[in-house]
Each structure stands twice: as C-alpha cells, then as structure tokens.
C-alpha cells in the first residue's frame, strides 16, 4: 500500500469546516484513498473513500485532486463529537479476489473546539 | 445490525502472566482481523482470518501470540507470555471478505485495553 503524509493535528471551531489534507504521491491506479476516523475509546470507524471524482455522503466529502497525489477531507459543520483522529489510507479497491488490508498510520487529531 | 462485539474491555495482568481476548464478529462476515493499538499510533495488523484459515499473520510475534477462528465465527487471540511492550488496545474488526465487502470496508469492535504491570 502507498504511505501517506497527515499534519499530526489540527484545531477547528465548532460549526465551521473541517478541511483535512493528505498526501499520496506515490499512489496507484488501482488505489482507492479511504478515510476512517476514531473517536476516543472506540474502534476505527468508516467515514468515505473514492478513487478519482469528488464523493460525499452523510458525513463528510472527499476531494481528490487531478493527479491523485493529494485529498482533503471536508467536514462541512464541525461538531464537538467530530473530535477524533482521522486516518487517511490508501489501498486497492473492492474490485473482488485480492486481499486488500487496511495499514494505518498516525492519522491526524482534529481537536473541535466551541 | 448488531456490531462486533470484544470482551473483556479491560484487563490489567502482571508480566509473564497469559492472558486472552474474545471477538464476535458481525454475522455473515468471513473475514476477521485482529489489531493492536499502542498508545499514539496508528492500529497495526496482527493476524487476518478468511472463515477459519489464517490468511496473513506476518506481523504476529508467534513466540507468545496466538489466535484461532475454529468454526469460522468467533475468534481468540491469546497471549503467553505477556510483556510490558504489550500493553495496548486490541481491536477485532470484521469485513464481508478479504476485498472489504461493501463500500463501508472493515467494522471495528470498540476493543481490549490491555495493560501490562
């Protein structure tokens, strides 16, 4: 899987949008970006993934740029319970018959503050 | 749908003692995976289990870590014995299967913290 470079933590103010960078330089064409967060005391827990267009769901919207080298996760009204560490991770897709494991890495501590 | 579920949630153990950590799995998931978290990093790959059969355990120390998915379900790892480097959160996660099933990918437990005196 490709590495990817996370700032180790960021502060936002409640209520405004949570923009949260990464770096994949060295990703692949078949890589999806994923992101998970964890919230103290609990598990990892999904938030959104895509490939190369823009997605957005209930929770948040990924913005992948054109090279594919970098995203920024867009949390568009930060709550206090979006404090968590959130983890950008690349890896191949849902394309079926290969074993696709997530690797974390230190992820960056968004801190909403009020 | 009812979440993958870990006990015990804590669990404080002298070195050199054993000790053991239980994962259920969401239902119909074949897929399980054991995590250790050590305080301020990211989760770390242990062992991963496709139904009952081992299908990637290269970063377990098998020297004191074990883990078993008899009948494909639930799973146990175990530790013999334990050192205080062990000291860290266990988290069981589970998928539909080794590609990550759904869009939604792996559903974590909330975990085992384990502490090591």
């Known amino acids: 899987d490709a590495k990817t470079t996370q700032p180790p933590s960021m502060d936002c103010a409640e209520g405004r949008a949570a923009n949260l960078p990464c770096n994949h330089s060295?990703?692949?064409?078949?890589?999806?970006v994923y992101w998970y967060r964890q919230i103290h005391s609990q598990g990892p827990q999904y938030i959104i993934h895509?490939?190369?267009n823009n997605e957005t769901n209930e929770m948040a919207s990924l913005i992948i740029t054109e090279d594919r080298k970098s995203s920024t996760l867009i949390l568009p009204h930060a709550t206090l319970r979006d404090t968590a560490v959130y983890y950008c991770?690349?890896?191949?897709?849902?394309?079926?018959?290969?074993?696709?494991?997530?690797?974390f890495g230190k992820g960056t501590l968004l801190t909403v503050n009020p | 749908e009812a979440g993958v579920a870990q006990s015990p949630r804590y669990k404080i153990i002298e070195k050199r003692q054993s000790v053991a950590f239980w994962c259920n799995p969401i239902?119909?998931?074949?897929?399980l995976y054991w995590y250790q978290q050590i305080l301020g990093q990211g989760p770390k790959l242990l062992i991963q289990?496709?139904?009952?059969?081992?299908?990637?355990d290269s970063q377990l120390p098998k020297d004191r870590f074990s883990a078993e998915r008899l009948k494909g379900v639930d799973s146990t790892l175990k530790i013999q014995p334990a050192k205080l480097e062990d000291s860290a959160v266990y988290l069981c996660?589970?998928?539909?299967?080794?590609?990550?099933?759904?869009?939604?990918?792996?559903?974590f437990g909330s975990g085992t913290r384990l502490t090591v005196v």
């Open positions: 996660a589970s998928s539909l299967n080794m590609a990550g099933g759904t869009n939604y990918g792996y559903t």
């Open positions: 060295t990703i692949s064409g078949n890589e999806y």
């Open positions: 895509g490939l190369k």
């Open positions: 991770i690349v890896r191949v897709g849902n394309s079926g018959g290969s074993n696709y494991k997530l690797t």
């Open positions: 239902s119909g998931h074949a897929t």
């Open positions: 289990f496709q139904n009952n059969g081992v299908v990637d």
